[in-house]
């Protein structure tokens, strides 16, 4: 397996309460991440990590980093606020779709194929809120554009039951192999949080049978939680034997990609964090 981090998670971190760890440019979160034992590489954010693309690439080099995905944050920005690629306003999806079309053009530049987006702030709260018929039309139709932008890229769909919305429409692991149906495309496929499968009530080595199977298994994020919320753990610190389980399924499969790690350090040392991550991950991997 190869290890990354996600940049956002070694800089300054917040919840609805409060706020943790220190606000950190570009370049002090690849300093930082240079003292992760054991990692590979790092999973960028766009459009944060790509206000100068000459000194991101530059980072890359002097850190002998590789690039594990490329994830486009459609939800921070607030025209984002009523959705993205599902949002009624037709210029709001238009501008979803030419993100995630650019940051495909971007990938390869930075030597990577895979570009990942969660869809947190498209679906509802509360009933009649939207028009469930319109907005799914609008993902699908949505994405086989961006799919079809360019086939050497991957598209990799994250699925979460919620937050910052209740209802998320990409909430679970079926709804996600559906939407890669419904597309129809060769290049989509799905991103699979391991806390995320766990908040869902799935079991993470069911639903990656499931992806593995259609071939839509693209990426795994991993992470740790107690089935009640999204608390991006250490992983393994809580669920030890599902992640024995996990692990079992991916060789049987010959998944060798990337395992991007997506934890919260929240008051503890960054570094220290996610340098016992890959050291848990990859005793796993020896058993």
Excluded at 33 to 58: H, Q, R
Aim: net charge negative; glycine share 6%; with cysteine.
């Amino acid at each position: 397996m190869k290890y990354s981090v996600i940049t956002g998670f070694l800089g300054k971190l917040q919840d609805r309460f409060t706020e943790y760890q220190t606000d950190r440019d570009l370049k002090e979160k690849f300093e930082l991440a240079s003292k992760i034992e054991g990692l590979d590489g790092v999973e960028v954010v766009y459009p944060a990590d790509f206000d100068d693309l000459d000194l991101l690439k530059n980072l890359l080099n002097r850190y002998n980093l590789k690039v594990s995905s490329l994830n486009v944050n459609l939800k921070k920005d607030k025209r984002w606020k009523n959705g993205s690629l599902t949002c009624s306003d037709k210029k709001i999806r238009r501008e979803a779709i030419n993100w995630l079309k650019k940051a495909m053009d971007l990938a390869p530049e930075i030597g990577c194929n895979i570009v990942t987006v969660c869809l947190l702030i498209d679906g509802h709260d509360y009933p009649f809120q939207i028009d469930y018929r319109k907005a799914w039309m609008y993902l699908v139709e949505g994405l086989k554009e961006i799919c079809g932008h360019r086939s050497d890229v991957k598209l990799s769909i994250e699925y979460k039951m919620s937050e910052p919305v209740v209802h998320t429409i990409v909430g679970n692991v079926g709804k996600a192999l559906y939407l890669c149906e419904e597309v129809g495309k060769d290049n989509i496929g799905v991103t699979l949080d391991i806390g995320h499968a766990l908040y869902a009530g799935e079991n993470p080595s069911e639903s990656a049978c499931l992806l593995a199977e259609k071939k839509r298994l693209f990426l795994v994020h991993i992470n740790d939680n107690f089935r009640n919320w999204d608390w991006d753990l250490i992983p393994g610190y809580v669920n030890f034997w599902d992640y024995i389980e996990f692990f079992f399924y991916l060789r049987e499969y010959g998944y060798n990609e990337w395992m991007s790690m997506d934890v919260f350090p929240k008051n503890m040392d960054p570094v220290e964090v996610f340098s016992k991550s890959i050291e848990f991950a990859k005793n796993i991997e020896l058993m």
